[in-house]
């Protein structure tokens, strides 16, 4: 069964009998209080009668004042003991039907004590009640239609949002775009949320989509370059490199260049390729000093470049060892790369945030170029970069990993004086 008509029978249904039960209280409850008030009139009747029997004499009409508390529609019994004494009543006989009594001991004239019983026919009353029935039985079946129709615009309510967002999707499916839902900016339903979150979702698998795309394309394009130099040096080798040591070495020596900056490259790809979004990331407290003093060694280990440290304040920051320290050797790479002199490594502090500043005498970086220098595969063009081997791929990663530990990262530079990239560290971590 279609979920539209379960809410339309499921409401109907429900609703009717809501009103039925209702109808029935309203029912029994009026038929309980209609019968309790002629009970309690009988009553007062019956109590008023006593007391005046009991101030009568010989000579009052008794006939006239029984009929003065005769109830309407009803009938005076009075009997000593089983005997019936004397009776008043509306009509001449009692009419059939439904009735109530009240008895009670009274007086008599003459002194005597009788029971006197006070009758009251309820045909009015059972004549209203049926009335009453029949009201509720047609307010009932002509309120049925407004609840049919009710149930039937609350189903079409809750599944029209829910039809046009799997329209969505199937649309999304066949035409394979990433289709989004209409909807307002701000407020909204329940349904409306759903849309907004179903919207949120589609733009980030095109987003991933889009990366995708613009990574595949730019590393093929990327490695296009290094195999079309090994294919073309491995060609010559096979021409003349038997005959000329010197094109061999040459073509070699080209080859095993090509080979090991494509080699980075991959390495670098797949590291590009990680989901930095879900990078696990432990913040911790890190004694800042002789964690850059590590880092800086470590670099003059592999490098034999001269690394000076020097940390003003703070002495702690909150940050990701292992990951704030792949950061920095990329930069620190950088540094080396594009440099002869000494490269410094500076640490300060402002209200916000710890800043760690690498600096380096090289050869500085045209002031147009520092907008892209974060691009995936962005390089300063030019013959300076051969010679580096550099693919263009570390700071695209250094910017994605300092995204991750909430560090921006300001780059200056001066054409033939040096570079300095600067982190800007937040103090309670990112926000
Ligand atoms: P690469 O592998 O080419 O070094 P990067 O993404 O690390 O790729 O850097 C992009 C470009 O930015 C480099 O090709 C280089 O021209 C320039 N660059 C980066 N760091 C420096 C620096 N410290 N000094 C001068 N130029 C730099």
Known sequence: ????????????????????????????????????????????????????????????????????????????????????????????????????????????????????????????????????????????????????????????????????????????????????????????????????????????????????????????????????????????????????????????QAIANESSRMHDMVLQLLELAKNTEHLDVHFEQLELAPFLNKVASQMQQAYHRTFIVEVEVPRFIYSDEKILKQLLFILLDNARKYSEDEIRILATETTNDVRITIQDFGMGIPAEHIPHLFERFYRVTGDRNRKTGGSGLGLAIAHEIAEQLGITIVVKSTLGEGSSFTLCIPKEGPQ
């Open 1 to 252: 069964m279609r979920l539209k008509t379960k809410i339309h029978l499921l409401t109907t249904l429900l609703m009717l009998v809501i009103l039925m039960a209702t109808n029935s209280g309203i029912y029994f409850l009026y038929e309980k209080f209609t019968y309790n008030t002629e009970y309690n009139q009988l009553q007062t009747r019956a109590n008023d009668l006593s007391s005046t029997l009991s101030q009568l004499n010989a000579q009052t009409n008794l006939q006239q004042v029984l009929r003065a508390y005769m109830p309407t529609e009803g009938a005076i019994y009075i009997y000593e003991g089983e005997r019936l004494k004397t009776k008043v009543q509306a009509s001449l006989e009692m009419p059939e039907g439904p009735s109530i009594t009240y008895k009670m001991p009274a007086i008599w004239i003459d002194g005597t004590v009788v029971d006197i019983t006070l009758q009251q026919s309820t045909e009015g009353v059972k004549r209203t009640l049926d009335l009453l029935k029949v009201i509720l039985v047609v307010v009932s079946v002509i309120a049925t239609i407004p609840i049919f129709l009710a149930s039937l615009a609350l189903g079409r309510l809750i599944l029209l949002p829910l039809e046009r967002l799997n329209a969505t999707m199937r649309k999304s499916a066949t035409t394979g775009n990433y289709e989004k839902m209409e909807i307002k900016e701000k407020g909204g339903d329940e349904l409306t949320n759903i849309n907004r979150t179903f919207n949120m979702m589609m733009e980030k698998l095109e987003q991933h989509y889009q990366k995708q795309q613009e990574f595949v394309s730019n590393a093929s394009h990327e490695l296009k370059t290094p195999i079309t130099v090994i294919e073309s040096y491995a060609k010559l080798l096979l021409r003349r490199g038997f005959d000329n040591r010197e094109v061999a070495q040459e073509s070699l």
